[in-house]
């Protein structure tokens, strides 16, 4: 069975330009989570998905990021205007609806702001 | 809010020595724990976790975790490590498993031969 799956796996843009992340979950998983990971930090959560709705997005820099999973299952983060500090590992995770439930994370998609 | 502190942010170990990952957190309510782990080029993979009952949990490649409520430690464990276990190793803490994860800094184990 395929895992979480990301693309591209690697970024590297201009600032001001814009960027966009997509990822497939786990089949059947309801719910999707955006993590970003700075270099030598853990994970952080920038936005839940349960289904098609966003249930928590308040780590999310809504001036610039956005994310979208319209049909509930794959997803888009995007960022529009890329900053400098904006470079960074951005991690996709799903998991099945409920408590109690594994985390299933993608590979990450490794974000070089210059 | 919870927060997640590992004091150690390298620990290099030569191969079959035991190691201790340190893992302290901080909460005001009851939490569930975590262990991730993070192989070079791969993505996160749970290592083991606690949730409820026997304070010791197991994985099944030999490392193991103790919940100590007291001292507010999720300590991580291996008596004997294999230069496979070289890793990144993540403690995170959940009000509720399967909700929004809250991560330490990570540890980074560097296994000697």
């Known amino acids: 069975e395929a895992g979480v799956v990301q693309s591209p796996r690697y970024k590297i843009i201009e600032k001001k330009q814009p960027v966009a992340f997509w990822c497939n979950p786990i089949?059947?998983?309801?719910?999707l989570y955006w993590y970003r990971q700075n270099l030598g930090q853990g994970p952080e959560l920038l936005i839940r998905y349960e289904n098609e709705e966003a249930v928590d997005d308040s780590q999310l820099p809504k001036d610039r990021f956005s994310a979208e999973r319209l049909k509930g299952v794959d997803s888009t983060l995007k960022i529009q205007p890329a900053e400098l500090g904006d470079s960074a590992v951005y991690l996709c995770?799903?998991?099945?609806?409920?408590?109690?439930?594994?985390?299933?994370f993608g590979p990450g998609t490794r974000l070089t702001v210059l | 809010a919870q927060s997640v502190t590992q004091l150690d942010s390298q620990v290099p170990v030569f191969e079959e020595a035991p190691v201790e990952l340190r893992c302290n957190y901080s909460?005001?309510?009851?939490?569930?724990l975590f262990w991730y782990v993070q192989y070079p080029n791969q993505g996160l993979q749970l290592l083991l976790k606690y949730l409820s009952g026997s304070t010791l949990v197991e994985s099944i490649n030999g490392f193991e975790a103790e919940f100590n409520k007291s001292q507010t430690s999720f300590h991580l464990r291996k008596p004997s490590v294999h230069i496979s276990d070289t890793a990144e190793y993540f403690c995170a803490v959940s009000k509720a498993a399967g909700n929004k994860l809250t991560f330490g800094g990570g540890t980074r184990v560097l296994v000697k031969p």
């Open positions: 995770a799903s998991s099945l609806a409920g408590t109690l439930n594994e985390q299933f």
């Open positions: 909460s005001s309510v009851s939490v569930y």
């Open positions: 089949s059947g998983h309801n719910t």
